[in-house]
């Protein structure tokens, strides 16, 4: 019920009344603060105030901060979409600098771990290192790193309780990372396995497995569990401060870590913040011991350097001597042209032109004791002019022997030894068909024996009996040969290369003979019966002797001798001396005729008497006795 | 990429450790380990959406009793935690094992309604020696998508997981 009066005339409401009574100031405070909140300016001031304030606080609050980035992510990537430009130049000035930055950390840490391969490269351990890098398969730096660290979280599991599927996962070297689903759905079962088998309550999870050389920390929060695979031994301390990463995780991610895995997939807040598990600590005494391994490790290299340079230089120098080496032995050699030498990889490639008559290039390099291997050659066939290479040329063509020699000097050819007459005739029509060959000199050249002596014998047209034998420069005759041959042979003139005749063996021969057949024929007695009747033995012998008569004065008449002749008759005594006398003289009388007419020549011829015996007849001094002797002069 | 977590659940001796070994690694191995505990094996799948990595739970046998407590152990139920998946085996040559299966889908279901769920009926190599009838088969397929398989010759087993991948795909 509602009760009212009238004041100057107007009805007052009491209610109001009581109300502005025990209200009016509040409602003044009230009317005032509705006014500061409907005046924007009034409001924008207050806000002004307080906004720095609230953002420093929203900032520090993990649990409020995802809520305070979101909108200022949202905001600037609605405003990076509308309007790309802006941002770009906004951006532009930083940009450059924080890529250098980046590359500068990034060679930063490239260089460290370089260093720290190189640091341990050369000692001992360095090489025991690098056994065990070979033996087990994991790379030198990574071996490195695992002796000179103290401890070093290697991988960080974010795994989602329950399901053991994986929220997120960083790794030191993506390399050797394993497969981070298998990872944290076993951890999972070993987890759930050991809590079954042994009866532990949930709120007892596994905290620690042992794997090889690795320890699993499992940090378990109420949504997820950080997993962290760690190599070395780390203080207890990091333990706490994975746990404070944990529960930074829960406080910012909250209920979306019980949610879907993929809701966190590609959420870089959340790899970044994982990526602060990735602790490590380095061993200090190794640091500290770096001055002196760089002085080791630089005289190291410096050795090392040096005998590089060394090595490479002995080896440039080797080089150099074996091409120039070889590059004068092909030039001194006739029948090479080198165009083009180089070395490559210590093989020396040569290439020009060789004549076909040159000396093969294998036996060339033998002759120096070259190796073959160290030197390959690409020769183009060519026609050397080189005087050597022109005379084993002509050598070849004309199948010389070894013994005939040629020289040549300007353009004559001079040829010493032994030809065959077609060796003559090509070489004396050589200047015809050579290029620089005007003439031939043959003069100390000669025919072959076996030619020579053909020649010969067909030249005197000589009898079998006759033979033609080399001696020295000289075509011996010898054998035998009636006197007619040798005096005609001997006034013929014949010119055969080289060779000139020589007949005493002939003529040596032919005295010989004459002298036997003066032998033979001196003091031959031809019985007579009676008269001038020969007895029949005698008689038969006559033309023997008169045969040997001939030959003898023949020969004689060739060797140039003169033979005296004389037939002594003699008589038996028979009668008186004038009957004895004409006996004996018709006797040697007609011995001489019998011979004549058998060919023997008078001249020279002497009769004489042998006289006889007064005192008695003797039949047997019935005959005529030839005496012959030999004078060198008539 | 998207990871889902798939568990083989199924009496002993059906097969599970053998299907996954055939998925995964195409292989087959007739001699016989029992698995204790769970083994892990992880594959990614390329369907027509994109690729999908499933972490498959290989899981111990149950045990073929009418007591839940006997027949999904305290262990497995840890073991089953977070799972998005489920291929239920049955040996078709033991009508037991088939009974096991049905059993351990009726607990999922309550435990996790909705989950997809796929029936692998195994050792299809040994028809000739099955024991179910075509009206089991009939009721199955009502309830359940199932597939004949066989992990000795491979049939069916890649169609299988993969219909299980595309449709936890589906269900995102």
Known sequence: MKKSRKTDGQPVDDLQLLRDLILGEEKDRLHKLDLRVSDLESRTSDVAEVLPAAMNRLVGDPASKPDFERPVVESIRGAIKRDTESFAEALFPVLGPAIRRAIADALSGLVQRINAALEHSFTIKGLKWRLEAARTGVPFPQIVLRHTMLYAVQEAFLIQRGSGLILASVHRDELLALDEDAVAAMLTAIQSFIQDSFGMAADEPLRSAELGERTVWVINGPAAALACVISGSPPRAVRAELMVLLETLHARYGNRLSEKPEGLSGDEGLRALMGEALREEVDASVRSSTSFKYKFLWIMGGLLLLGFLGYASINAWRDQQLSRQVVDLFQAEPGFVITAAEMDDGILNISGLRDPQAVPVAALLDSQQIPAGKVKTDFSPYQSLDREVIIQRLQRRFSLDPITTFNLEGDELTVSGTLTSGQFAGLQSLPDSHALIRSVNLDGARLNAEEASRVFREALDAPDSVSFQPAGAQMAVSGLADGSWFTAAREVAIEVPGWQLDFMPLQQNLSAQLNDLIENLNGRVFQYVFETRLTPESAASLDVAGSELVTAQDLASALGAHLNVTLEGSADGTGSRERNIEVSLSRSRHLLEELVARGMTEQGVTQTLAGWNESGIEPERRKVTLFIERSANP | ?172
């Open chain 2, 1 to 172: 990429m998207i990871s889902r977590k798939i568990c083989l659940l199924g009496a002993f001796s059906v097969g599970k450790t053998s299907l996954v070994r055939r998925f995964v690694h195409e292989v087959f191995d007739d001699r016989y380990i029992t698995t204790l505990g769970t083994k892990i094996e992880t594959v990614v799948v390329q369907l027509d959406s994109g690729p999908v990595k499933l972490v498959i739970w290989d899981m111990e046998g149950a045990e073929n009793t009418d007591d839940e407590a006997d027949l999904v152990t305290s262990r497995m139920k840890a073991y089953l935690q977070g799972l998005n998946g489920v291929l239920l085996v049955a040996d078709g040559t033991r009508a037991a094992t088939l009974k096991t299966a049905r059993r351990l889908h009726q607990w999922i279901m309550g435990a996790s309604p909705g989950t997809p769920a796929v029936l692998l009926l195994n050792k299809a190599d040994l028809k000739t020696q099955w024991q179910l009838s075509p009206q089991d088969l009939k009721e199955l397929s009502e309830s359940l998508k199932c597939f004949s398989t066989s992990a000795l010759s491979g049939s069916n087993v890649d169609k299988a997981f993969l219909h299980l991948a595309q449709v936890l795909l589906e269900s995102k």
